[in-house]
């Protein structure tokens, strides 16, 4: 069941919205703030319905935030009442997948949900053989390939995409998880201190916590499901990727 995150400061809406995306065989999340939004992306959505003028946190602010600094390539369909040609090449340019106007018809939304999940499907599956085609050759489970690639089982890490797979199932990873899922498992069996990986993935970043790498990783291994516990803590020093614990 294809999961739909609704973010509209208007409850009526929302409720109406969420009524028949349900009916229509979706399950439906709403969040009627940017703020809100930004919490629920903690899960897993195949798609965004996403107003433009919100209190706070526009639309447009939000997607950008979540294109640059979540990594996040989830569809977008924006609905608003702004309708302007120079308000739709705006949302396009920031990664939107379609633009639907106020007042729409609720056959309209559906229709288009169903067209924007089917292209990103395909889109994803192509991906997938993609990358599988490049790494089938490779025999050993945990391997780095032309420095992009990497393979653990079904798990595929592409660097030149910024993005990570299980079994076909692309996981939603801030940019920060990413580097650091990459960074050590580039470097399997290999311990990283806290501190290279500060260095490798916040750089100069000053606002950086001491245990900022710790919260990272535990959601990192979270997401990671069964791949998790390959990413170890070596008596408090550092992060090794056990490639060696791998079947």
Partial sequence: MKKILVV????????????????????????YSAEEAFVKLKNRYDLLLLDVMMTGISGFKFAELIRKDYNNDVPIIFITARDSEL??????????????????????VLARVGAVLYRSKDRLEKEIENLKRESESKSNPVEEQSGQIITIATLIINNHTK???????NLKLTKKEF???????SKPN???TRSEIFDLVWR???????????????????????????????FGYGYCFEQDEIN
Wanted: aromatic share 10%; proline share 1%.
């Fill in 87 to 108: 308000d739709k090449l705006s949302g396009f340019r920031l990664g939107a997948d379609d633009y639907i106007t106020k007042p729409f018809s609720v056959k309209e």
């Fill in 204 to 234: 100069k970043e000053a606002y950086v916590l001491d245990r900022t790498v710790d919260v990272h990783i535990a959601r990192l291994r979270k997401k990671l499901d069964i791949y998790g516990k390959y990413i170890t803590n070596k």
């Fill in 190 to 192: 290999k311990v990283l």
């Fill in 8 to 31: 509209d400061d208007e409850e009526d809406l929302c409720e109406i919205l969420s009524f028949n995306l349900k009916s229509a065989g979706y399950q439906v999340d709403v969040a």
């Fill in 163 to 169: 993005s990570a797979f299980i079994d076909k199932e």
């Fill in 179 to 185: 580097e650091i899922l990459y960074a050590l498992a």
